[in-house]
Nanobody
Framework: VQLQASGGGLAQAGGSLRLSCAGS????????MGWFRQAPGKEREFVAA???????YYADSAKGRFTISRDVANNTVALQMNNLKPEDTAVYYC????????????????WGQGTLVTVSS
């Protein structure tokens, strides 16, 4: 089972980036797929998650700026990031697992390799 993330790069503050993650090796229809990030010197933190059926959940830092979307048929998840801030600079990881919507930040069993997002001021 693999999760392959892509789409990171350099953006200016106020700009946008779109991250994508493709899953392979199994179907993730019944799983949540989400994004976490880890900034230098900080712990990994939850960003957003989406479930089959359209339910989504966002960290407060992502609300209003980031949008997560699932393509269940193609086993992919995307994160559209708008109005980027320097504090969004981090390695972003996609993840998937049998996550309960009442505990959306826990229970991820599969992790991608990470993609670096750098936001300049």
């Amino acid at each position: 089972v693999q999760l392959q993330a892509s789409g990171g790069g350099l953006a200016q503050a106020g700009g946008s980036l779109r991250l994508s993650c493709a899953g392979s090796g199994r179907t993730f229809n019944s799983y949540a797929m989400g994004w976490f990030r880890q900034a230098p010197g900080k712990e990994r933190e939850f960003v957003a998650a989406g479930w089959n059926g359209g339910f989504t959940y966002y960290a407060d830092s992502a609300k209003g700026r980031f949008t997560i979307s699932r393509d269940v048929a193609n086993n992919t998840v995307a994160l559209q990031m708008n109005n980027l801030k320097p504090e969004d600079t981090a390695v972003y990881y996609c993840a998937a697992g049998p996550v309960a919507s009442i505990k959306p930040t826990q229970g991820y069993a599969y992790w991608g390799q990470g993609t670096l997002v750098t936001v300049s001021s």
